[in-house]
């Protein structure tokens, strides 16, 4: 069974650009979740879907920060415009359902703003 | 669910038993989680305990679990140069969003 499948893997760009991260979750999944791991820190929430349905984005920065699921499978996160702080790893993983016990996580996505 | 903490740092040599210990604060999750993430990795999710459980056995791994003092705690047996890397305790909730919050990771090293 394929894992999830997250690109790019490193992204480096200047503040006030904008980028793009792509998630492929595990086939079957309904649950996709966001995380932000700041370097030194544990992942933290970002959003999460229920199918192409938002469950939970209380922690988004929605001045900057979008996501989408249109199709209920892969998502896209995007920051726009990128600051300093939001350099980080972004985490996505998925679970079968929302009361599944175990989540499935990507690679991951290593962003560092200049 | 937001309070979860761990020690930065272990070092253990090779052979020897590993204890990574960590604290939470809010009584009402429903699990309590044990991931490894390896440099340039994802989290592997390692084990999970249920909260009404008092211990966990899994291969090399024990996790023990004492709610009146909200501790949670991962033993590794016969720590092994491939079990460096850093490891985050989490809770979970199964009711609401069911997302994790995480701890700061305490990083273990093993000495050959």
């Known amino acids: 069974e394929a894992g999830v499948a997250q690109s790019p893997r490193y992204k480096i760009i200047e503040k006030r650009q904008s980028v793009a991260f792509w998630c492929n979750p595990i086939s079957g999944h309904a649950t996709l979740y966001w995380y932000q791991q700041i370097l030194g820190q544990g992942p933290k929430l970002l959003i999460q879907f229920q199918n192409n349905g938002v469950v939970d984005d209380s922690q988004l920065p929605k001045d900057r920060f979008s996501a989408e699921r249109l199709k209920g499978v892969d998502s896209t996160l995007k920051i726009q415009p990128a600051k300093l702080e939001d350099s980080a790893v972004y985490l996505c993983a998925s679970s079968l359902e929302r009361e599944a016990v175990e989540q499935f996580f990507g690679p991951g996505t290593r962003l560092t703003v200049l | 669910g937001e309070d979860v903490e761990q020690s930065l740092f272990l070092s253990v040599r090779e052979g020897d038993s590993s204890v990574i210990n960590c604290t939470y604060t809010?009584?009402?999750?429903?699990?309590l989680y044990w991931y490894k993430q390896e440099p340039g990795a994802g989290l592997q999710l390692l084990t999970y305990?249920?909260?009404?459980?008092d211990m966990k056995q899994d291969q090399r791994l024990t996790v023990l679990l004492n709610k009146k003092d909200k501790h949670l705690s991962l033993r590794i047996a016969d720590t092994q140069t491939g079990d460096s890397a850093i490891y985050f305790c989490?809770?979970?909730?199964?009711?609401?969003?069911?997302?994790?919050?995480f701890g700061t990771g305490t990083r273990l090293t093993v000495i050959p």
């Open positions: 305990i249920f909260s009404n459980m």
């Open positions: 989490a809770e979970g909730y199964q009711t609401g969003a069911n997302n994790l919050f």
């Open positions: 809010d009584s009402s999750s429903t699990y």
